[in-house]
């Protein structure tokens, strides 16, 4: 009997956060084995009507003369406005960074700020409008959910037990090596200098799981068969690592 490997959730596409099962975050983490074990992975691609904006041609510019736009959030508003250091209507990504802090108010890193920026500027301008600002910001607030469900102990990070729990109940069944890996690679800079247990902070937990999720996306496509394994040249090994996030 052959065995077909099925490569985490369905849906979720693009980077979203997993969705909620029906009643929020349960205890013990999402239905048994994660995500529905049958489908494969795959599901629709990120749609930016989710987190507003999207279409084709640049979003409207609401700026400090326009005022915010009908029925926008006048808090959100305010916020945005205060990063928008010149009343463009549009802040870049040095903007958004200034406006966005962890837990432990550090800011997010510029990686984890690229990232945000490329899924939201969706006219490739390198910045981004108050109505994409508001997506991304409730994008934000969904993965924040998310990250405070398995910070077990209340911490503000997630160490390597809590991302293995993490990342099995979105499908990824990462072994010990990978996993020790994964964590090494979105650990705080100040965690490697200042302590001996390395923990990520929110921006880098939002990261891991989008690169896992993006490179077994890579993989899937590829294992037709679902064996578990795929033969590449390395000019498709290369772009699938350099299209990483």
């Known amino acids: 009997m052959s065995y077909q490997y099925s490569y985490g959730p369905q849906g979720g596409g693009g980077g979203r956060p997993p969705p909620q099962q029906q009643g929020g975050y ?19 691609p990120y749609q930016s009507s989710q987190y507003g904006g999207g279409g084709g041609g640049r979003p409207q510019a609401f700026n400090q003369g326009s005022g915010p736009p009908p029925g926008g959030d006048p808090q959100l508003w305010s ?99 990978l996993l020790h890996l994964m964590t090494q690679k979105f650990v705080t800079s100040s965690d490697v200098a200042g302590s001996t247990r390395g923990t990520i902070t929110f921006d880098g937990f939002v990261r891991c799981c989008v690169v896992v999720k993006t490179l077994t996306e890579s993989f899937a496509r590829r294992d037709v068969q679902r064996t578990g394994r795929i033969t590449i040249s390395y000019d498709d090994f290369m772009d699938i690592c350099l299209s990483a996030p």
């Open 26 to 44: 349960q205890q013990g983490g999402y239905q048994q084995g994660g995500y529905q074990q049958g489908g494969g992975y795959g599901g629709a």
């Open 79 to 177: 916020w945005f406005m205060s990063v928008d250091r010149d009343g463009s209507g549009q802040i870049n990504a040095t903007e958004l960074q200034q406006a966005l802090v962890n837990g432990d108010w550090t800011p997010f890193s510029t990686d984890c700020v690229k990232l945000l920026m490329n899924m939201f500027d969706h006219d490739r301008s390198g910045t981004i409008t108050f109505n994409e600002f508001a997506g991304l910001w409730k994008y934000i607030q969904d993965w924040q959910g998310v990250f405070r469900h398995f910070d077990a102990d209340r911490s503000g990070s997630i160490d390597q037990g809590e991302l293995s729990r993490a990342l099995s109940n979105f499908g990824y069944n990462l072994n010990p090596r």
